[in-house]
């Protein structure tokens, strides 16, 4: 038996507290996570885990092992990721959580990564609030803003650039904006990011102001915000990945100029492990290279 796998499957059950969590993780059927467990006690002689119906529990054994478990699958892959940095390409699959906006930057530039890495595949789970990524089986998520939970490796990135936006149509029957306190006078269309959906933050450099709007229209998903405003619905305030090409086509029109929306620090964040498997890694840097190549995501860009 492959006793590394059958630890790696017994410990993301520990991690996820069910089969079946750990099956859509692993991307294998629940028996075969069954299997691979009633397979390590065998080889064990004992058994790891309880199961009833309704809820799993760690043996005595079960609980002692887990330290001797986690050195060997740390250890397998740290000399996996020393072999791979010296030629091999990254194999297996990564699933990476990251704002709408975002997902759509990188997923017209996925091809490089693949070309360099025939074996790697990448799930893209588009996402505006942050997800439980032990229990749903993620790696890597991209977060805006603070990142609180101190269980959680996070390495910063980059930052958002927003534009606030109208279509021309909406703009030929009401007047622009000149400064923040103007929106109240406005439809407004919001895609919530994780928390208010009714709050927008403004900053000069010199002056930081939040608007409390009552929006027409409230969504999820960035895209459906996006065209909603395309549509001559209200204004709204977009990621420069979304309302730039627009904006430099006519479509859009850029509003408040001298008082654009407020930046948020982009995170990358994942399970806390000494070690990261190469194949994470590998999307890792690439997202860090995408984001490092556009300058609207830097530090010191400034609108």
Known sequence: MDIVGALQTFMRVVETGSFSAAAV???VTQPAVSRQISALEAHLKTRLLHRTT???????????????ALKVIEAVE?????????????????????????????SDRLGMLFEQHQGLSVELLF???PSDLVEEGIDLEVRLGVVADCSLMCRRIGWTT??????????????????PDDIRAHDCICYKRAGDGRSWSFSNGAEDEAVRIAPRLIANNSVAAHRAVLAGNGLAVLSHILAGPDIEAGRLVR?????????????VVYPSRRNLPFRIRA?????????????????????
């Open 127 to 129: 996402r505006e609030e």
């Open 255 to 267: 509003l408040m100029p001298d008082f654009p929306p407020s930046r948020l620090p982009i995170n």
């Open 54 to 68: 309704n809820a799993l529990a760690l043996t005595a054994e079960g609980e002692q092992i887990i330290p001797m």
């Open 78 to 106: 740290a000399l996996s990721e020393t072999t791979c940095r010296g030629g091999t390409a990254a194999t297996g699959k990564v699933r990476l959580a990251l704002p709408t906006p975002l997902g759509l930057c990188l």
């Open 283 to 303: 999307v890792l840097d690439f997202l860090i290279e995408v984001v490092r190549e556009d300058p609207m995501m830097a530090p010191s860009f400034s609108h």
């Open 162 to 179: 927003a534009f606030l936006v109208a279509a021309p149509s909406y703009l030929q029957a009401r007047k622009a904006p000149k400064r």
């Open 25 to 27: 993780h692993l991307s």
